[in-house]
């Protein structure tokens, strides 16, 4: 070499200072870092959660217990998160059970109030378990409802990485002031979703909603469905139970009935003829 110096007189790093490597775990250390955590479990999580309510919230049994993207958003303006323009991607994938779709959604986030940012991504396919428990919901019908909830996965994502809030337990939710039994519970039985005060028995609201969707696309006006839950000795939709719930549906499915139709035309006479 020009300077006539060795490879291993080039290799040997120069010290320039012998002494002790500071202790980077040390007593001011910890003792930071337990008031931080005491600040973090007794102050920050808490006060995080009470940005939401218990519908921003859904629980899949056994204590877990996932922020949704509603709750997700109440959280942005407090914590100063926003995002850029995603990607947006439709993956075609097939497998030894046949052909199936998923839609993936990745961007950046940033949160000014905790100086972090990180790159998170959403994803959701065509076989996904709460879609495909839906009566009448298939694949082709219902890639709309892939695609936004892949986008929503990917806000949940973000937001709940940046702010460290995953996987609260159910202690520190009632902290927050949340009535754990108000929380929906997911069922994939095809039943719907339902609150843990609804699984006693009777429909949830998702069912509820279907059952006048149904009626309505039949013709049937709500005084003709108050008349056949008269019938199942039902005053309202709320108070139905699941055991009966397929069985309204049947009768739902066709045209109000004559006589149906006939009683409630019975009872509007009655109105006219008491209000003169």
């Known amino acids: 070499m020009s300077n006539g110096a060795t ?26 870092l337990e008031k931080a955590a005491t600040l973090y479990q007794g102050r920050y999580l808490p006060l995080a959660f009470k940005l939401t309510n218990e519908h921003d919230w859904v629980s899949q049994g056994k204590g877990r217990y996932y922020l949704q993207a509603s709750g997700a958003e109440k959280l942005c303006n407090p914590f100063g998160i926003s995002w850029g323009e995603p990607k947006v991607e439709k993956i075609n994938k097939e497998d030894e059970h046949g052909k199936f779709y998923e839609y993936v959604v990745s961007g950046m986030f940033s949160c000014s109030a905790l100086g972090r940012m990180g790159w998170f991504v959403g994803n959701c396919d065509s076989r996904d378990r709460f879609f495909n428990a839906r009566p009448g919901w298939n694949p082709s019908n219902g890639e709309g409802d892939v695609r936004k909830a892949a986008f929503s996965n990917w806000i949940t994502n973000g937001v709940t990485r940046l702010c ?25 039985s095809g039943q719907g979703s339902r609150t843990a005060e609804q699984a006693s028995g009777v429909i949830s609201e998702a069912q509820a909603k279907r059952l006048w969707a149904i009626a309505r696309g039949k013709g049937w006006e709500q005084v003709h469905v108050s008349i056949l839950l008269e019938s199942f000795e039902i005053a309202h939709t709320a108070d139905i139970l699941r ?32 209000s003169t």
Do not use: H
């Not at 202690?171 to 949340?178: D, Y």
């Not at 309204?248 to 006479?269: G, S, Y």
């Open 243 to 274: 055991s009966k719930y397929e069985g309204i549906i049947k009768v739902l499915e066709q045209a109000p009935p004559a006589e149906i139709v006939a009683e409630a035309k019975n009872r509007a006479d009655g109105k006219k003829e008491a």
């Open 164 to 188: 460290g809030i995953r996987n609260p337990s159910e202690e520190m939710l009632k902290r927050a002031g949340l009535d754990i039994a108000k929380i929906t519970v997911v069922d994939y």
């Open 7 to 32: 490879p291993t007189d080039l290799e040997r790093p120069e010290i320039l200072e012998e002494r002790p490597m500071e202790l980077i775990i040390n007593e001011a250390f910890i003792e930071r």
